[in-house]
């Protein structure tokens, strides 16, 4: 039996005001592409993507050694003889104390990639079905909190969206407050040699919500992190997605969750049953195959 293209299931939400581009996100990270014209969300669609967590891939899991120190091609032996040779050139300073034996590096460079599948449930923001959007928060570990960069209303609304979330969801959830649409704030680039910006220029920085405000109501809610997006241009759509699965991966290692437990959000491979899992930039937006 082959094993699964994953090592764990999380499930994601994302929440916030309709017309936010929550769904805009969500195909954006699984198929690629932006679609400019989108229904309305009713109650809730699906997504998926499998993307890689922890070392090697993930910065925040590097060595504790630089990399120069340790390359595939040296061995513990090369190491300790290079060392040697250091110590005994005249006039020369010791090399610093090492945080980790090279042994322990060696290995964690060898160590498999993780992968970890992304179940995203996009919700519908409309009040009309907020009861039925509520359910849909059970059983997550993570969540994507949009609001409009370009319409102040839908950040006075993140609160609300937050409290209806912890009421529901387990409390270990992680969240990160999205602020969409970062290419409505940006006036268009002038042209070379010329330092005037239009009146039309200016009028494309449809700005409503600054940065500063929106970290500070992060660090007031105890929201993970702070992330502009553009679901048109791409800008840090996978890095607000990328940050709640590394920080789930970081729980999972810590030991916060059951991965026989459904209500936690995470699983492990054995809920697939064995089957292969694969994902391509053509997947499918259906509901089927889905078990979070």
Request: aromatic content about 6%; overall charge negative; some cysteine.
């Amino acid at each position: 039996m082959s094993s699964p293209a994953w090592d764990y299931i999380a499930k994601l939400v994302c929440i916030g005001d309709s017309g936010c581009g929550k769904s805009s996100l969500t195909i954006r990270l699984c198929e690629g592409r932006f679609v400019a014209h989108h229904d309305v969300t009713i109650g809730v669609e699906f997504g998926s993507r499998i993307v890689p967590v922890g070392p090697p891939h993930s910065e925040e899991f590097t060595p504790l050694l630089p990399p120069s120190t340790v390359s595939p091609s040296r061995t513990p032996d090369a190491l300790q003889s290079s060392a040697q040779s250091a110590d005994t050139k005249p006039n020369g300073l010791p090399d610093p104390p090492k945080r980790e034996p090279p042994s322990t590096v060696a290995a964690a460079q060898q160590q498999p990639q993780k992968y970890m599948k992304l179940s995203l449930w996009d919700t519908a923001g409309q009040e009309t079905y907020k009861s039925v959007t509520r359910s849909y928060f059970r059983g997550a570990s993570g969540a994507l909190l949009v609001f409009d960069l370009s319409r102040k209303q839908t950040f006075q609304h993140v609160t609300d969206w937050l409290n209806d979330l912890r009421q529901i969801a387990e409390p270990d959830i992680v969240v990160v407050l999205v602020g969409n649409k970062a290419d409505l704030t940006k006036p268009d680039a002038t042209e070379p040699g010329d330092e005037q910006v239009s009146e039309g220029q200016e009028a494309e920085n449809k700005r409503e919500v600054t940065r500063e405000e929106a970290e500070e109501w992060a660090r007031r809610n105890g929201v993970l992190e702070y992330v502009e997006t553009s679901a048109k241009s791409g800008e840090n759509v996978e890095r607000a997605f990328m940050r709640v699965a590394e920080r789930i991966y970081q729980n999972i290692q810590a030991g916060k969750y059951d991965l026989n437990d459904r209500r936690s959000g995470v699983k492990g491979p054995s809920a697939g049953g064995g089957r292969q899992v694969r994902l391509t930039n053509d997947a499918k937006r259906s509901p089927s195959g889905f078990c979070c």
